[in-house]
């Protein structure tokens, strides 16, 4: 599977938008790039996912460098609520490879 | 989507004992997998499991430490035997749904998992 990079941590401040990065230099192309957080207690949740156009839902957009060797997850507000685990994962069909993920803290 | 849920959500067990851990969807999936979460950590793959066949472990896991079964389309169980205190974890279930524009994942909430 494909590695990712994320930062460790980020800082928010609540209503602010939040980018989130990861690098993902040895994509191949046919590796989607998804998003999933971890709320505290709680299994991962999806967030988004795209192969190579940005993409936007309700909870957050997702941009794609055009060489693809990285992303961005964007939260166009952050919420107390959006605290979590990050992770970027590359995958294409099944057997999602978590990595370490960005730990986000959103201040008040 | 899909619903998952597992039981029990949180258990204190005794070294040496074993704990079996169940997942029930709401709907009829192909494949369910089991992932463990140690204190602190990301996700690792424990195996992957399909209905009518055994399970399919990762690197590092082993049958005869965590059985599991997949009696049918719906329903698996993973049973973490002969415990020892670095069993403590979270034990989660997770089911995919594959689409034309990509798959998508879902978890249950977890077993929290304690031994002494």
């Known amino acids: 599977d494909a590695k990712t990079t994320q930062p460790n941590s980020m800082e928010s401040n609540e209503e602010e938008p939040v980018h989130l990065p990861c690098n993902h230099s040895?994509?191949?192309?046919?590796?989607?790039i998804h998003w999933y957080r971890q709320l505290p207690s709680q299994g991962p949740e999806y967030v988004i996912h795209?192969?190579?156009s940005n993409v936007n839902n309700r909870m957050a957009s997702l941009a794609i460098a055009e060489d693809r060797k990285s992303s961005t997850l964007i939260l166009h507000r952050a919420t107390l609520r959006d605290a979590a685990v990050y992770y970027c994962?590359?995958?294409?069909?099944?057997?999602?490879?978590f990595g370490p993920g960005t730990r986000l803290s959103v201040l008040p | 989507s899909a619903v998952i849920s597992q039981k029990p959500s949180r258990d204190i067990c005794q070294r040496g004992t074993s704990l079996t851990i169940q997942c029930q969807v709401d709907?009829?999936?192909?494949?369910m997998f089991w992932y463990r979460q140690q204190p602190g950590q990301s996700l690792t793959l424990i195996a992957t499991?399909?209905?009518?066949?055994?399970?399919?472990?990762e690197s590092g896991f082993v049958i005869d430490k965590f059985p599991i079964s997949r009696p049918n389309l719906t329903f698996s169980t993973l049973t973490v035997s002969n415990m020892s205190p670095e069993d403590s974890s979270i034990y989660l279930c997770?089911?995919?749904?594959?689409?034309?524009?990509?798959?998508?994942?879902?978890f249950g909430q977890g077993t929290r998992l304690t031994v002494v």
């Open positions: 997770s089911v995919e749904d594959f689409k034309p524009l990509g798959t998508e994942a879902f």
């Open positions: 040895t994509i191949s192309g046919t590796d989607y």
């Open positions: 795209g192969l190579t």
């Open positions: 994962i590359l995958s294409y069909g099944q057997n999602f490879v």
């Open positions: 709907s009829q999936v192909t494949m």
């Open positions: 499991a399909n209905q009518g066949s055994e399970a399919t472990y």
